[in-house]
Each structure stands twice: as C-alpha cells, then as structure tokens.
C-alpha cells in the first residue's frame, strides 16, 4: 500500500523568507500526489497536485512543487512567505485507479513578523 | 455552486450512544468520502460512496457505517461510541467521471467535531 512521510512536523520561518516542506511517498505503482492546506476550524483546500507531466507543478497562493521520481519526493516550495500562510500542510498520495487517499501527519507552518 | 457541507459543525456525546453525521456533496458530485482527523493518527481515510454504493474503505471497525441517497447526500453513523472517537471528521466530495477518475479534486467541507465524554 500506499505511504507518505512529511518530514518536518513544524516549519517555523519569518515573513518574506522562503519555506520549504518535504514529502517523501512509497508506493510499488504509479501514484497521483496532492497538497492541501487546513486553516483553522477549516476544511482542506487543494493547493496543487501531479498527474502526469512536467515534474514542476504551481498551484495557489504562490505555492509549487517539484516531483522527484527517483527520491520519491514531492517537495513544496513558496519564495516568499507571508502571515497569511500560516496553516497546517498536508501532502496526500492516490494510486491510480484507487479512490483510496493516504495523508502525510502534516506540517505545521508558522510565518512570524 | 455551493460548497461541500457538513451538519452538525459541533457534537458532544457520551460513551456507547452513536451518532449520525451527515454530508450534502457539491452539486453535480456523485462521489462522496469520509475522513477521521484526530492529533495522533492524523488524517485516516473511512471509506468512499458513489452512486449509493460503497467503493473503498479504510481500516476502521464496524461500529463506522455510512450510506448515500439517490440525491448523493451522504450519512456517517458511529455505533457504540468511545473515548477515542473524538475527532473532526471531514466530508468530501468530487466527480468522478465515466473514467473513474481517481485523480478528480476532492471537495472538503468544514467538517463535524465530535467529542465524546
């Protein structure tokens, strides 16, 4: 089956600098990757996903991340951060042809002033 | 459109009641999925309804159920309730196509906060 790894639990950085958040997944087939968002007392907002293609893929808010195939990796970037992207991130792995979706623990970002 | 939503927003129960949480998908959304969030275990997939039937299902015991009407709303029903039930459970719906569409963005809603005493 199916796993993600969020590598860092907590991300704390300032404002205006650039954040990083790693994902690791294992799967044995082809796989579909997300990352969401959670804001507080919210629901998860798609912030980007991989299909197929370019391995480079750009989302909401100024978000992008890259997928590596052979680390395994779906890393999430953003140059320039700001207080508003303070939120819980989760990257999420789909098998093709499988409704079933497995979530990373999640990365909590804090962008202080 | 409007978005997916989730009634109540807010429950407190005590052990052994059940409890019945239920989902209005996106209009046009024929697939609906449910997701227990809890700080240790994180975001665990329960299970997903399309077209009234179940299609997957997550690792949880019997005592979680679920069902989907012909208008696609979807109802989660805990059974025999305990202290480790207390989570946000998520709702979310997508369209899955005529392809199945494994890949078709998910929906979530705002979610229902169970606690249980």
């Known amino acids: 089956a199916q796993s993600v790894t969020q590598l860092d639990s907590q991300v704390p950085v300032f404002e205006e600098a650039p954040v990083e958040l790693r994902c690791n997944y294992s799967s044995s087939v082809s796989v579909y990757l997300f990352w969401y968002v959670q804001y507080p007392n919210q629901g998860l907002q798609l912030l980007l996903k991989?299909?197929?293609?370019?391995?480079l893929v750009k989302g909401i808010n100024g978000f992008e991340a890259e997928f590596n195939k052979s680390q395994t990796s779906f890393h999430l970037r953003k140059p320039s951060v700001h207080i508003s992207d303070t939120a819980e991130y989760f990257c999420?792995?789909?098998?093709?042809?499988?409704?079933?979706?497995?979530f990373g623990a999640g990365t909590r970002l804090t962008v202080k002033p | 459109k409007a978005g997916v939503t989730q009634t109540p927003r807010y429950l407190i129960k005590t052990r052994g009641q059940q409890v019945t949480l239920s989902c209005s998908p996106i209009s046009g959304h024929r697939s609906v999925s449910w997701y227990q969030q809890t700080p240790g275990q994180g975001l665990q997939f329960l299970f997903e309804?399309?077209?009234?039937?179940?299609?997957n299902k997550g690792n949880f015991p019997g005592r979680f159920s679920g069902r989907q009407f012909s208008n696609s709303r979807s109802e989660m029903n805990v059974s025999t309730l305990e202290l480790g039930d207390s989570a946000l459970y998520l709702c979310?719906?997508?369209?899955?196509?005529?392809?199945?569409?494994?890949?078709?963005?998910?929906?979530f809603g705002p979610g229902t906060r169970l606690t249980v005493l």
């Open positions: 979310a719906s997508r369209d899955r196509g005529q392809q199945g569409g494994a890949y078709n963005e998910q929906f």
């Open positions: 309804y399309f077209s009234e039937t179940q299609r």
């Open positions: 991989y299909l197929s293609g370019s391995t």
């Open positions: 999420a792995v789909r098998v093709y042809n499988n409704n079933d979706m497995r």
